[in-house]
């Protein structure tokens, strides 16, 4: 994949109040995503952002990566929080019960 195709709307998101703009700007980054064959995790961080969900995910943030987006990585540039799935369960207090 070619940086510069995408280094435009990675580097600053656009700083609106609308939640269609934002949508509107999201599926526009979709589109380039596509043209590139890049994997459609954006929607996911598109829909956490419009909705202000957590995004919850087994991978870790890793600036360091290039190649491929991260949903953490891709959260963190588009202010979008996320949580790994341990988290989640720490959060909900849940607890693993066996039948006696």
């Given amino acids: ?3 510069s195709a995408l280094s435009g709307w990675t580097a600053a ?6 939640c269609w703009s934002f ?3 999201m599926l526009l980054a979709h589109m380039v995503c596509l ?9 996911l961080v598109a829909k956490a952002k419009a909705t202000g969900a957590t995004v919850v995910t087994h991978e870790k943030l ?5 190649k491929k987006f991260l949903i953490p ?3 963190r540039v588009f202010g979008v929080k996320w949580i790994d799935t341990f988290e989640l369960l ?3 207090e849940a607890r693993f019960v066996l039948p006696t």
């Fill in 73 to 75: 990585n891709v959260c």
């Fill in 23 to 25: 949508l509107a700007y």
């Fill in 1 to 3: 994949i070619h940086r």
């Fill in 13 to 18: 998101p656009p700083q609106c109040s609308s």
């Fill in 35 to 43: 043209k590139h064959k890049i994997s459609d995790r954006l929607w």
């Fill in 62 to 66: 890793n600036l360091a990566i290039r």
């Fill in 90 to 92: 720490e959060t909900l």
